[in-house]
């Protein structure tokens, strides 16, 4: 509606409408009581405008009317339009929709068809459909190497004769079995933290546990280049979200100042109606990154984000997917590596995927953090809790983890070796940690542009199948090209293993090896 | 052993169970059934739950046998042997109190829709003093809940500490926030979350516990309850530690480990997973299928490949939360109509398409609907031959979430369209969930196979979230497989249709799997192979769930949803009583457990206990919570259906129970 006139003329109204306003308001301050109603009303309104309007209602027993007015008031909008029944009938007929999802090109094609399967066992070695031999794998997560490890299988094959497989029910209906409540134990003994929480998976964890604390009108801080699945957490939490450039610290810090400033002097601006509605409240503010990003392989500086979020009265969410069993003298961690105590951090999220080679995802943190998420992580409360034998495998995989100091030594060593042959690499680039044992390599030369995504991935596809070809297992870092929020560079994501159940240093440096020859193969055709 | 007799147990509990049972041999075990067997033929026809039978004197030393090791030393509790003559079948393929031993084929029936039986509900509602009172009790609740909010953080402020700010912090949750938790569902904790141990089957084992605090704390005393298991989403009964199915998951640990190591797209698929997702589209009808390691986030990640921003999707109002959570991701729009109302479904229809999008009028890109095959929380069947008819005039997309009608409805479990006998291919999408009916974990998706080939490379679980694991791979496969069967189609007695699948292969749907569709290392009992094992589950479960629903009926409870849902629910209305309804059920002398749900989950006033019927259970099972209900109802007023005059006895019932099934 537009609204053009002599603004002067309404100007003495105006002003008698804001006199008026404010006289209400503070009669209504004025009543006893009426604070409290009135950070209710603000408190739900933030968090779920049903559930006051339901609480209201109650009081007066008019819950049916009310509830189903709701569904009318669409028509009343003033955007509706009406219409007779023929009417209706010949825009029905008219319509016609949109294929439900459009004939696959011939790249999604190709890409579909160069998804590598394994066949049989998973593992260092696995034999992949299509090849003769056994291949080198450094594309599937087995940091630790406990694939196929025989203690756990075993015990696996115990926990499917005691347990069954499927637990047949979310947690609070009676899915909650002991072998569970023991991973979560050994978890937070693990990592030194109060308590923590046992997910079914380990993407559907970091997605559960941002929306559980922060909802609308709260404030996250993220990374730039988070991972996906925290970006989905975001979305879904509708909390105000402010970004700092990737992995860059001081960047943080600038956001935060910035954001100090303006809630100082939001305060003063505001200073006559705080009073009104008493003491103000604090808003609630996360800042949520990962330990090893999962774009890129680079670390964050641990310490020097804990005294950041001290400082400036931030809680801290940190998504160790991969870094949990990956870094640290027995796999803790970020934690571990930096020797920071878990307790310095609201709520570390891992996988028991990932790290563990087994299954599942968790959250440790205080025992407040723990329960809240029991009523309110949404992917525990509707799903099913997982399988008895995944969970004894993970909290078996911590067992070994914790008493075999030699499997990370070894996964270290087998990352510097990487390292050595692949930094010396012509024509790639490698944004990833020193230590981290996810290792991204970007083809040199591509300065990142959105129009060269599809030549920069059909690059390093080449490689890829060339290192196939060679014996070596790689992966392209898959991506969801159009979904994703401030696209991912392409690049090829090795995953190195350790332990007993991994490769050797030798393997490594011999798989590196062919990753150099393949690089210089494909890009020496592409001069 | 030493928490036996710890001071601190429960007072609630009327028997203490040793932790560890004492071990006995199969041997032990076989004559102590032939031993129940005579008894329970030498009692009168209809078996008490309950027959007394002391085994102490048959125990003898030790075996391998982790399942023989927990039995307790009595059945007392009337639930570790069969009160009927079981077949030496399953004597030696199940175990009775994973698995119920129920010999009797007459307990047997076809789950099917009955051309031209009305599929509308008629709610009913209780007394106007029932609702009255229920309004007043959540009053009071809110009331008491608030100025005990407001005594307690003046007097003990240290309780409240999570709710205040400290240290500059905002408070961890909100005290408005949490009050539902705090003050309503607190009251509940005895009913959520009860620890449990082994095989979530016919029976579970609950590990006791007490709560010092009201309801905040729980600690375990070390004892154990076995009882019947009325709650598990175990339909067919493949929650199981011994038979066909867990011998080839074991295989398949052994083969394969427990985990493939990655996402699917990246170095995470096997062999297992491409042969499964071609199973399941076979078992379903459809052109192909994709697999995901959880069924929520199944709906989570791949509703957002469907639909994106200039979509429209019609969602039923009591759809699931993983459903609402894809939606919100995916940026569509979304409305909701009532639940399983076509009336109201149309007329959002005729809405939406006649005004387009909201201010710009532009039309939709399209329209999906979104549906459940069998509601959870209702039991109410989806209404697919109305929702068809309605597709073909208004063009929208089809997606139905079969989470729990996939292998419960039907007679082949083929779900919904099974049950309607609709062609599969008439939707567009269905979806379901491997947690329920085939005693595993994860989720499908199946439609043509662009579909699937585009929701593979564009969903968020492809690159993102681990692959499903072998060990529930192999569950799914094996459980799936027997209740198809493996053979030839030739031999089909049942009316098919003729499908292709994505490589223009043609099968009998529904009909049994090929052989070469199963790796070739899993052998199958030939009674698994066959499919009649299969077979026998889904007309057990429709017998069982049919049985009850209109059993509670008869004895004059409000329940809702289909009789043939396995899901029944039965209203309690008042807050209070689904504390004492839990309770009375778990401290008989057959200790029942049941699922007691409430606001936020259902509407306010509708507070219910909600039984899921398996095919495990026994018609004697059954009996017993009939009889529980009915003990218990009449304590706790809740016969608040059909008037004293029109009910049956629970003896009648249970006399005419196949009578009442066939009604
Ligand atoms: C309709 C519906 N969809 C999806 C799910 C989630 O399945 P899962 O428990 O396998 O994660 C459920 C589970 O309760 C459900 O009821």
């Given at each position: 509606?537009?609204?053009?006139?002599p603004?002067?003329?309404f100007d003495?109204?105006?002003?008698f409408?804001?006199f008026s306003?404010?006289?209400?308001?503070?009669?209504?301050y004025?009543?006893?009581?009426?604070?409290?109603i009135?950070?209710?009303v603000?408190?739900?309104?933030?968090?779920?405008?049903g559930?006051?309007?339901l609480e209201?209602?109650l009081?007066v027993f008019a819950?049916?009317?009310?509830?189903?007015?709701r569904?009318?008031?669409?028509?009343?909008?003033?955007h509706?339009?009406e219409?007779?029944?023929k009417?209706?009938?010949?825009?029905v007929a008219?319509?016609?929709?949109?294929p439900?999802?459009p004939?696959?090109?011939?790249?999604?094609?190709?890409?579909?068809?160069?998804?590598?399967?394994i066949?049989?066992?998973?593992?260092?070695?696995?034999?992949v459909t299509k090849?003769?031999?056994p291949?080198?794998?450094l594309a599937?997560y087995?940091?630790?190497g406990?694939?196929?490890?025989?203690?756990?299988?075993?015990r696996a094959?115990?926990?499917?004769?005691?347990?069954?497989?499927?637990?047949?029910?979310?947690?609070?209906?009676?899915?909650?079995?002991d072998v569970?409540?023991?991973f979560?134990?050994t978890?937070?003994?693990?990592l030194?933290t109060?308590a923590?929480?046992?997910?079914?998976?380990?993407?559907?964890?970091?997605e559960?546990?941002?929306?559980?604390f922060c909802k609308?009108g709260?404030?996250?801080?993220?990374?730039?280049?988070s991972?996906?699945a925290?970006?989905k957490?975001l979305e879904?939490s509708?909390a105000?979200?402010r970004w700092?450039?990737?992995n860059?610290?001081?960047?943080?810090?600038?956001?935060l100042?910035?954001?100090?400033?303006e809630?100082k002097?939001?305060l003063?601006r505001r200073?006559?109606?705080?009073?009104?509605?008493?003491?103000?409240?604090?808003?609630?503010?996360?800042?949520?990154?990962?330990?090893?990003?999962?774009?890129?392989?680079a670390m964050v500086?641990?310490p020097k984000?804990?005294?950041?979020?001290?400082?400036?009265?931030y809680r801290?969410?940190?998504d160790?997917?991969?870094?949990?069993g990956s870094?640290?003298?027995?796999?803790?961690?970020?934690?571990?590596?930096?020797?920071?105590p878990?307790?310095?951090?609201?709520m570390?999220v891992?996988?028991?995927?990932?790290?563990?080679?087994?299954g599942g995802?968790?959250?440790?943190?205080?025992?407040?953090v723990?329960?809240h998420q029991?009523?309110?992580?949404m992917a525990?409360?509707?799903?099913?809790?997982?399988p008895?034998?995944l969970?004894?495998s993970?909290t078996e995989?911590i067992?070994?983890?914790?008493?075999?100091?030699s499997i990370?030594?070894?996964l270290?060593?087998?990352?510097?070796?990487?390292r050595?042959?692949?930094?010396?690499?012509?024509?790639?680039?490698?944004?990833?940690?020193?230590a981290?044992?996810l290792?991204h390599?970007?083809?040199?030369?591509?300065t990142?542009n959105?129009?060269?995504?599809?030549?920069e991935?059909?690059?390093?596809?080449e490689?890829v199948?060339e290192?196939l070809?060679?014996?070596v297992?790689l992966?392209?870092?898959?991506?969801?090209?159009g979904?994703?929020?401030?696209e991912?560079?392409?690049?090829?994501k090795l995953?190195i293993?350790?332990?007993?159940?991994g490769?050797?240093?030798k393997?490594v440096?011999?798989?590196?090896?062919?990753?150099?020859?393949?690089?210089?193969k494909v890009?020496?055709?592409?001069? | 052993?030493?928490?036996?007799?710890?001071p601190?147990?429960?007072i609630?509990k009327?028997?203490?169970?040793?932790?560890?049972?004492?071990?006995?041999s199969?041997?032990?075990?076989?004559?102590a059934?032939?031993?129940?067997?005579?008894?329970a033929?030498?009692?009168?026809?209809?078996?008490?739950?309950?027959?007394?039978l002391?085994?102490?004197?048959s125990?003898?030393e030790?075996?391998?046998?982790?399942?023989l090791?927990?039995?307790?030393?009595d059945?007392?509790?009337g639930l570790l042997?069969?009160?009927?003559?079981?077949?030496?079948?399953?004597?030696?393929?199940?175990?009775?109190?994973?698995?119920?031993?129920?010999?009797?084929?007459?307990?047997?029936y076809?789950?099917?829709?009955i051309?031209?039986?009305?599929?509308?509900v008629?709610?009913?509602?209780?007394?106007?003093?029932?609702?009255?009172?229920t309004?007043?009790?959540?009053l009071?609740?809110?009331?008491v809940?608030h100025?005990?909010?407001f005594?307690g953080?003046?007097?003990?402020?240290g309780?409240y500490?999570?709710?205040?700010?400290h240290?500059?912090?905002?408070?961890?949750t909100?005290?408005f926030?949490?009050?539902?938790?705090r003050?309503?569902k607190q009251?509940?904790?005895?009913?959520?979350?009860?620890p449990?141990?082994?095989v979530?089957?016919?029976t579970?084992v609950?590990?006791?516990?007490f709560s010092?605090?009201f309801?905040?704390s729980?600690?375990?005393?070390?004892?154990?309850?076995?009882a019947?298991?009325i709650s598990?989403?175990?339909?067919?009964g493949?929650a199981?530690g011994r038979g066909?199915?867990?011998?080839a998951?074991?295989?398949?640990?052994?083969?394969y480990?427990?985990?493939?190591?990655?996402?699917?797209?990246?170095g995470?698929?096997?062999?297992l997973h491409?042969?499964?997702?071609?199973?399941?589209?076979?078992?379903?009808?459809?052109e192909d299928a994709?697999?995901?390691?959880?069924g929520?986030?199944?709906?989570?990640?791949f509703i957002?490949a469907?639909?994106d921003?200039?979509c429209?999707v019609?969602s039923?109002?009591?759809?699931?939360?993983?459903?609402r959570?894809?939606v919100?991701?995916?940026?569509?729009?979304?409305?909701m109509?009532?639940?399983?109302?076509?009336?109201?479904?149309?007329s959002?229809l005729?809405?939406?398409i006649?005004?387009?999008?909201?201010k710009t009028?532009?039309?939709?890109?399209k329209?999906?609907l979104?549906?459940?095959?069998?509601y959870?929380?209702e039991g109410?069947?989806?209404?697919?031959?109305a929702i068809l008819?309605?597709?073909?005039?208004?063009?929208?997309?089809?997606f139905?979430?079969?989470?729990?009608s996939?292998?419960?409805?039907?007679p082949?479990?083929?779900?919904?369209?099974?049950?309607?006998?609709?062609?599969p291919r008439?939707?567009?999408?269905l979806?379901?969930?491997?947690?329920k009916?085939?005693?595993?974990?994860g989720?499908?998706?199946?439609?043509?196979?662009?579909?699937?080939?585009?929701?593979r490379?564009?969903?968020?679980s492809g690159?993102y979230?681990?692959?499903?694991t072998?060990?529930?791979?192999?569950?799914?496969i094996?459980?799936m497989?027997s209740?198809?069967g493996?053979?030839l189609?030739?031999?089909?007695s049942?009316?098919?249709?003729?499908?292709y699948?994505?490589?223009g292969?043609?099968?009998q749907?529904?009909?049994?799997?090929?052989?070469a569709?199963l790796p070739?290392?899993?052998?199958?009992?030939p009674?698994?192979a066959?499919?009649q094992?299969?077979?026998t589950?889904?007309?057990r479960l429709a017998?069982n769930?049919?049985?009850l629903?209109?059993g509670?009926i008869?004895?004059?409870f409000?329940?809702?949803?289909?009789?043939?849902?396995?899901?029944?629910?039965?209203?309690?209305f008042?807050?209070g009583k689904?504390?004492?309804?839990?309770?009375?059920?778990k401290?008989?002398?057959?200790?029942i457990v049941?699922?007691?749900?409430?606001?936020?989950?259902?509407?306010?006033?509708t507070?219910?206990?909600r039984f899921c019927?398996s095919?495990?259970?026994?018609?004697e099972?059954?009996?017993?919570?009939?009889?529980?209900?009915d003990?218990i109802?009449?304590?706790?007023?809740?016969?608040?259906?059909i008037?004293p005059?029109e009910?049956?006895t629970?003896?009648?019932i249970i006399?005419?129970a196949v009578e009442?099934?066939k009604s």
């Amino acid at each position: 509606m537009s609204f053009v006139g002599p603004s002067s003329s309404f100007d003495p109204l105006f002003a008698f409408l804001s006199f008026s306003l404010l006289k209400v308001e503070a009669a209504f301050y004025s009543l006893p009581g009426s604070s409290v109603i009135a950070r209710y009303v603000k408190s739900s309104h933030q968090n779920d405008p049903g559930r006051t309007v339901l609480e209201l209602i109650l009081v007066v027993f008019a819950i049916r009317t009310l509830l189903q007015s709701r569904t009318r008031n669409e028509k009343q909008q003033k955007h509706f339009i009406e219409f007779d029944e023929k009417e209706i009938d010949e825009l029905v007929a008219e319509w016609t929709p949109e294929p439900l999802t459009p004939q696959l090109t011939a790249t999604e094609k190709s890409d579909l068809a160069a998804i590598p399967i394994i066949s049989g066992a998973n593992g260092a070695k696995p034999r992949v459909t299509k090849m003769a031999k056994p291949v080198l794998n450094l594309a599937s997560y087995n940091f630790t190497g406990l694939a196929g490890n025989e203690h756990i299988t075993s015990r696996a094959v115990e926990t499917l004769r005691r347990y069954g497989l499927g637990s047949c029910g979310p947690s609070g209906f009676y899915g909650t079995i002991d072998v569970h409540t023991k991973f979560e134990e050994t978890v937070a003994s693990f990592l030194g933290t109060e308590a923590a929480i046992l997910y079914a998976q380990s993407m559907a964890t970091i997605e559960s546990v941002i929306p559980a604390f922060c909802k609308r009108g709260d404030l996250i801080i993220a990374d730039k280049h988070s991972s996906f699945a925290i970006r989905k957490g975001l979305e879904i939490s509708r909390a105000t979200v402010r970004w700092y450039e990737h992995n860059d610290l001081a960047s943080l810090e600038e956001v935060l100042m910035t954001i100090e400033k303006e809630e100082k002097r939001r305060l003063r601006r505001r200073g006559c109606l705080s009073r009104l509605f008493g003491r103000s409240r604090i808003q609630v503010k996360y800042i949520v990154t990962e330990g090893i990003f999962e774009r890129d392989g680079a670390m964050v500086d641990l310490p020097k984000l804990i005294e950041l979020k001290q400082k400036y009265k931030y809680r801290l969410i940190l998504d160790e997917n991969m870094s949990f069993g990956s870094v640290g003298r027995t796999g803790r961690g970020l934690t571990e590596l930096y020797n920071v105590p878990a307790t310095k951090i609201d709520m570390i999220v891992g996988s028991a995927a990932i790290g563990l080679g087994a299954g599942g995802g968790f959250c440790a943190g205080t025992q407040a953090v723990i329960d809240h998420q029991r009523s309110n992580g949404m992917a525990f409360v509707f799903s099913a809790s997982l399988p008895a034998l995944l969970a004894v495998s993970a909290t078996e995989a911590i067992q070994i983890l914790s008493s075999t100091p030699s499997i990370l030594e070894s996964l270290h060593e087998n990352t510097r070796a990487a390292r050595a042959i692949l930094d010396k690499v012509d024509g790639i680039t490698i944004p990833s940690h020193p230590a981290s044992p996810l290792i991204h390599i970007y083809l040199k030369g591509y300065t990142f542009n959105p129009t060269q995504i599809a030549l920069e991935e059909s690059i390093l596809q080449e490689i890829v199948d060339e290192a196939l070809s060679q014996g070596v297992l790689l992966t392209r870092a898959k991506r969801l090209r159009g979904q994703e929020v401030n696209e991912p560079k392409p690049s090829i994501k090795l995953s190195i293993s350790g332990g007993s159940g991994g490769l050797t240093k030798k393997e490594v440096e011999k798989a590196c090896a062919v990753i150099k020859s393949a690089v210089a193969k494909v890009l020496a055709k592409r001069r | 052993m030493a928490f036996r007799s710890s001071p601190s147990r429960s007072i609630f509990k009327k028997k203490s169970s040793p932790s560890l049972a004492p071990m006995t041999s199969a041997a032990s075990y076989l004559s102590a059934l032939s031993e129940a067997d005579a008894r329970a033929r030498g009692l009168s026809k209809s078996p008490t739950s309950t027959p007394a039978l002391s085994l102490s004197s048959s125990i003898t030393e030790s075996s391998e046998d982790t399942v023989l090791n927990e039995l307790d030393d009595d059945n007392r509790d009337g639930l570790l042997f069969p009160s009927c003559a079981p077949t030496s079948e399953q004597v030696f393929t199940t175990v009775h109190t994973e698995f119920g031993h129920c010999s009797n084929e007459d307990y047997r029936y076809v789950s099917q829709h009955i051309p031209g039986a009305t599929l509308e509900v008629v709610e009913k509602d209780p007394p106007y003093y029932i609702l009255l009172t229920t309004y007043i009790s959540y009053l009071i609740l809110i009331c008491v809940g608030h100025v005990r909010d407001f005594i307690g953080k003046r007097i003990y402020p240290g309780a409240y500490k999570h709710l205040m700010p400290h240290n500059g912090l905002a408070p961890l949750t909100s005290d408005f926030d949490s009050f539902y938790t705090r003050r309503l569902k607190q009251r509940l904790a005895e009913c959520f979350a009860q620890p449990v141990t082994g095989v979530a089957g016919r029976t579970i084992v609950c590990l006791d516990r007490f709560s010092p605090d009201f309801g905040q704390s729980y600690i375990l005393t070390g004892g154990r309850t076995r009882a019947l298991n009325i709650s598990s989403y175990n339909y067919l009964g493949f929650a199981q530690g011994r038979g066909g199915c867990a011998d080839a998951v074991e295989e398949s640990i052994r083969q394969y480990g427990v985990s493939t190591l990655g996402a699917r797209m990246e170095g995470g698929s096997c062999d297992l997973h491409v042969m499964t997702e071609a199973l399941v589209a076979r078992f379903v009808g459809m052109e192909d299928a994709l697999i995901s390691s959880m069924g929520f986030a199944t709906n989570s990640t791949f509703i957002p490949a469907l639909v994106d921003k200039g979509c429209l999707v019609i969602s039923d109002e009591l759809n699931h939360a993983s459903i609402r959570f894809g939606v919100r991701l995916s940026g569509a729009s979304v409305r909701m109509f009532k639940h399983n109302d076509m009336k109201s479904l149309e007329s959002l229809l005729r809405e939406s398409i006649s005004q387009g999008q909201p201010k710009t009028h532009r039309p939709w890109k399209k329209i999906l609907l979104i549906v459940e095959g069998l509601y959870s929380m209702e039991g109410t069947l989806l209404n697919l031959p109305a929702i068809l008819a309605l597709k073909k005039k208004y063009k929208f997309y089809v997606f139905i979430d079969e989470a729990h009608s996939i292998g419960a409805l039907g007679p082949h479990g083929r779900g919904v369209h099974d049950y309607f006998n609709v062609n599969p291919r008439d939707i567009d999408i269905l979806m379901g969930t491997f947690t329920k009916s085939f005693g595993a974990a994860g989720g499908y998706i199946a439609g043509n196979k662009n579909l699937i080939d585009r929701l593979r490379l564009h969903g968020h679980s492809g690159p993102y979230a681990e692959a499903m694991t072998p060990p529930v791979l192999t569950q799914v496969i094996a459980s799936m497989a027997s209740i198809m069967g493996i053979g030839l189609p030739s031999s089909l007695s049942h009316p098919t249709r003729t499908l292709y699948s994505a490589d223009g292969e043609a099968f009998q749907h529904p009909g049994p799997a090929a052989p070469a569709m199963l790796p070739s290392w899993i052998n199958l009992p030939p009674a698994l192979a066959s499919g009649q094992e299969g077979e026998t589950r889904l007309r057990r479960l429709a017998f069982n769930s049919r049985y009850l629903a209109l059993g509670l009926i008869k004895l004059g409870f409000i329940t809702y949803g289909d009789p043939s849902s396995p899901i029944v629910p039965l209203l309690l209305f008042h807050p209070g009583k689904m504390n004492l309804f839990h309770t009375l059920m778990k401290n008989r002398q057959t200790p029942i457990v049941v699922v007691v749900v409430a606001y936020p989950a259902t509407d306010l006033v509708t507070s219910r206990v909600r039984f899921c019927v398996s095919a495990s259970h026994t018609k004697e099972d059954i009996d017993v919570v009939l009889r529980a209900c009915d003990e218990i109802g009449d304590v706790l007023d809740l016969k608040l259906g059909i008037r004293p005059s029109e009910r049956w006895t629970v003896d009648e019932i249970i006399e005419r129970a196949v009578e009442l099934v066939k009604s």
